[in-house]
């Protein structure tokens, strides 16, 4: 079973930036798709972004412009930029591969 580590959260104001990475074990990083979740208090948990072993991304409406999903396959290891951040992106931020899930690294914005 691969273990997901992610980092890179805290606290930031509204209009900065955060980078979170998510640290895999195992080698099936570079032949799985990776995707980043969030769930904000009180909220069911959505989806995010994805990247493909071939690049290929996939963002949510609400961050689609503000953030960038990639991955270091050499590295094993998936990364989420996010620019421009907003009160509403406060949550805990997830990475998934398969069915394994990471314990989550809290991102809060203050307006």
């Known amino acids: 079973q691969v273990q997901l580590v992610e980092s890179g959260g805290g606290l930031v104001q509204s209009g900065g930036s955060l980078r979170l990475s998510c640290a895999t074990s195992g080698s099936i990083f570079r032949f799985n798709t990776m995707a980043w979740y969030r769930q904000a208090p009180g909220k069911q948990r959505e989806f995010v972004a994805h990247?493909?072993?071939?690049?290929?991304?996939n963002y949510a409406d609400s961050v689609k412009g503000r953030f960038t999903i990639s991955r270091d396959n050499a590295k094993n290891t998936g990364y989420l930029l996010m620019d421009s951040l907003k009160p509403e992106d406060t949550a805990v931020y997830y990475c998934?591969?398969?069915?394994?899930w990471g314990q989550g690294t809290q991102v809060t914005v203050s307006s």
């Open positions: 998934t591969i398969r069915t394994a």
């Open positions: 990247i493909s072993p071939d690049g290929s991304t």
